[in-house]
């Protein structure tokens, strides 16, 4: 009689958690289908950072909307690293519980990347459309269909739809989902908006620092990024930093005809390509010495690396190439090391432009990718000598004088800046169990944990200046061209994405 109280109680606590996860499943479909809508209404606001009206409305959109659901919102103005850009107040959110319960700052940011309409696949990128994958292409579908029954695998195409609008939306449907269930949330809730990610977020040291009182917490939580390229719940615990470099190489003072002075005018191009074909060698490794120094893969980091379900064939095959650089043993080991990348060349002219000329200058734009162990000062340096040491004339943030170009031979002008550091969390670290188990709950099964991710966010401000523990929650389709044309966001993942918020909601810290 004993044992059979005791399953009948069993069977009642599980039922019981049964019940309350199909209602709040429920509750969570009923809220989306309400906010279609919403959500195509917030991604036609145009979120270019260099087009003022239209950041406006989207700070507009965004206090209105979290005003709805409680949160006290204040703009604030910091000071700007780059001038030159607009300056955009960020908006500090405040929604208090208890002074028993921990506090969470959310990260999200609403501007995006710029659009070229005419690469897109639709007539404007900031009118959002449905698709259907039919033979292998997306066909615009009637809109109002995702009203009734929408299919997971369906796609909004539009600006921002992943990178970063969809997201915050998701966040919008968990707290509208939990006003409906009449349950509060299990921590007291801070936002920090940002309208200017995509231009480097300048404002936000500047920021942290001043109002750290506002925005002190006990864990900071991004909400950015795709999941990992199974698909699977994910969760990324660092961050690699960023910093850049653009090298000019200086010819003749216009382009020369190549005819009367080819072997004679020196080629800006031909010595730009020497000096950055002498950085790596053949197999992608930075040859420069002292630039990978301080890496260490141990191997309780190899195992969390290896943990990461990576398909190594099915990553080439999506790139379209037979071997990876090899800076690391596979993909999780190589974004574990700083970078070196080439992002884009110019000198002279190409295509149906191409001319017979000695081109003027040549120019190379180069990031560098740092790592938690990285000082990005030390390795724009160590690149900076290494330029010297190859025979080039180094000038820093202005054009040689009349007397240099007479003089020198092989001018560099070299220009850089660190945009932000690295930053990573440990993986058993308290915020970390707490994610862990809130994404275990909401989709019965453990999330797939980075250690770190490849891209960069500004968030090491946060880390340092507030000393609170990061953590980033993915959730949108890794084939979502962000940055790119016909950027996407799969239903399926909108959905997942608002019900793991719901239940990081739910979890208490």
């Given at each position: 009689?004993?044992?059979?109280?005791?399953?009948?109680?069993?069977?009642?606590?599980?039922?019981?958690?049964?019940?309350?996860?199909?209602?709040?499943?429920?509750?969570?479909?009923?809220?989306?289908?309400?906010?279609?809508?919403?959500?195509?209404?917030?991604?036609?606001?145009?979120?270019?950072?260099?087009?003022?009206?239209?950041?406006?409305?989207?700070?507009?959109?965004?206090?209105?909307?979290?005003?709805?659901?409680?949160?006290?919102?204040?703009?604030?103005?910091?000071?700007?690293?780059?001038?030159?850009?607009?300056?955009?107040?960020?908006?500090?959110?405040?929604?208090?519980?208890?002074?028993?319960?921990?506090?969470?700052?959310?990260?999200?940011?609403?501007?995006?990347?710029?659009?070229?309409?005419?690469?897109?696949?639709?007539?404007?990128?900031?009118?959002?459309?449905?698709?259907?994958?039919?033979?292998?292409?997306?066909?615009?579908?009637?809109?109002?269909?995702?009203?009734?029954?929408?299919?997971?695998?369906?796609?909004?195409?539009?600006?921002?739809?992943?990178?970063?609008?969809?997201?915050?939306?998701?966040?919008?449907?968990?707290?509208?989902?939990?006003?409906?269930?009449?349950?509060?949330?299990?921590?007291?809730?801070?936002?920090?908006?940002?309208?200017?990610?995509?231009?480097?977020?300048?404002?936000?040291?500047?920021?942290?620092?001043k109002f750290k009182e506002k925005l002190k917490s006990d864990y900071l939580l991004i909400i950015d990024g795709?999941?990992?390229?199974?698909?699977?719940?994910?969760?990324?615990?660092?961050?690699?930093?960023?910093?850049?470099?653009?090298?000019?190489?200086?010819?003749?003072?216009?382009?020369?005809?190549?005819?009367?002075?080819?072997?004679?005018?020196?080629?800006?191009?031909?010595?730009?390509?020497?000096?950055?074909?002498?950085?790596?060698?053949?197999?992608?490794?930075?040859?420069?010495?002292?630039?990978?120094?301080?890496?260490?893969?141990?191997?309780?980091?190899?195992?969390?690396?290896?943990?990461?379900?990576?398909?190594?064939?099915?990553?080439?095959?999506?790139?379209?190439?037979?071997?990876?650089?090899?800076?690391?043993?596979?993909?999780?080991?190589?974004?574990?090391?700083?970078?070196?990348?080439?992002?884009?060349?110019?000198?002279?002219?190409?295509?149906?432009?191409?001319?017979?000329?000695?081109?003027?200058?040549?120019?190379?734009?180069?990031?560098?990718?740092?790592?938690?162990?990285?000082?990005?000062?030390?390795?724009?340096?160590?690149i900076k000598d290494h330029i010297i040491n190859e025979g080039a004339y180094v000038i820093e943030n202005r054009?040689?004088?009349?007397?240099?170009?007479?003089?020198?031979?092989?001018?560099?002008?070299?220009d850089s800046k660190v945009s932000y550091l690295a930053y990573r969390t440990e993986i058993d670290s308290p915020?970390?169990?707490?994610?862990?188990?809130?994404?275990?709950?909401?989709?019965?099964?453990?999330?797939?944990?980075?250690?770190?991710?490849?891209?960069?966010?500004?968030?090491?401000?946060?880390?340092?200046?507030?000393?609170?523990?990061?953590?980033?929650?993915?959730?949108?389709?890794?084939?979502?061209?962000?940055?790119?044309?016909?950027?996407?966001?799969?239903?399926?993942?909108?959905?997942?994405?608002?019900?793991?918020?719901?239940?990081?909601?739910?979890?208490?810290?």
């Amino acid at each position: 009689m004993k044992k059979l109280i005791i399953l009948f109680f069993i069977l009642s606590v599980n039922n019981g958690f049964t019940q309350s996860r199909k209602k709040i499943l429920e509750t969570t479909k009923e809220i989306i289908q309400g906010n279609w809508n919403r959500f195509f209404e917030m991604l036609s606001i145009p979120n270019d950072g260099y087009d003022s009206p239209n950041i406006e409305k989207n700070i507009q959109w965004c206090e209105k909307t979290f005003s709805n659901l409680g949160f006290k919102l204040e703009r604030v103005k910091a000071k700007s690293t780059s001038p030159s850009m607009p300056n955009h107040p960020l908006l500090i959110g405040n929604k208090f519980l208890s002074e028993n319960l921990k506090t969470v700052l959310i990260y999200f940011h609403m501007d995006g990347q710029p659009v070229d309409p005419s690469k897109w696949n639709q007539k404007d990128p900031f009118v959002p459309i449905l698709t259907e994958n039919i033979n292998g292409e997306w066909k615009e579908i009637d809109r109002n269909k995702i009203l009734y029954k929408p299919n997971p695998d369906w796609r909004i195409f539009g600006r921002s739809t992943s990178d970063d609008k969809g997201p915050p939306m998701m966040l919008v449907n968990a707290l509208e989902v939990l006003n409906k269930l009449n349950i509060q949330p299990k921590f007291n809730i801070k936002l920090i908006i940002d309208f200017q990610e995509e231009m480097g977020s300048p404002t936000i040291v500047d920021a942290v620092s001043k109002f750290k009182e506002k925005l002190k917490s006990d864990y900071l939580l991004i909400i950015d990024g795709p999941r990992h390229p199974s698909n699977k719940p994910t969760l990324t615990f660092g961050a690699r930093g960023i910093s850049r470099i653009t090298l000019t190489s200086y010819g003749p003072i216009k382009p020369q005809h190549s005819g009367h002075f080819g072997n004679y005018a020196p080629n800006p191009a031909m010595n730009l390509s020497k000096i950055l074909s002498s950085m790596k060698d053949y197999s992608g490794r930075v040859i420069i010495p002292g630039f990978y120094d301080g890496i260490f893969i141990s191997d309780k980091i190899k195992t969390i690396l290896d943990a990461v379900p990576d398909d190594e064939n099915e990553i080439k095959k999506d790139l379209l190439i037979s071997t990876p650089d090899l800076v690391g043993n596979n993909y999780q080991e190589a974004i574990q090391y700083p970078s070196l990348n080439i992002r884009g060349l110019k000198s002279g002219w190409v295509g149906k432009e191409v001319r017979t000329i000695v081109p003027s200058t040549a120019i190379a734009e180069i990031d560098v990718r740092l790592v938690k162990e990285s000082n990005p000062n030390r390795l724009l340096k160590l690149i900076k000598d290494h330029i010297i040491n190859e025979g080039a004339y180094v000038i820093e943030n202005r054009e040689p004088t009349i007397e240099e170009r007479l003089s020198q031979n092989n001018i560099i002008r070299f220009d850089s800046k660190v945009s932000y550091l690295a930053y990573r969390t440990e993986i058993d670290s308290p915020i970390g169990k707490w994610a862990s188990s809130a994404l275990k709950k909401a989709f019965q099964e453990d999330p797939v944990k980075k250690r770190t991710s490849g891209g960069s966010i500004p968030i090491s401000p946060f880390v340092t200046t507030l000393n609170v523990p990061a953590l980033t929650y993915p959730s949108v389709n890794k084939d979502n061209n962000q940055h790119s044309p016909n950027e996407n966001i799969r239903v399926g993942n909108f959905i997942d994405g608002t019900i793991g918020m719901v239940y990081l909601l739910l979890e208490n810290p």
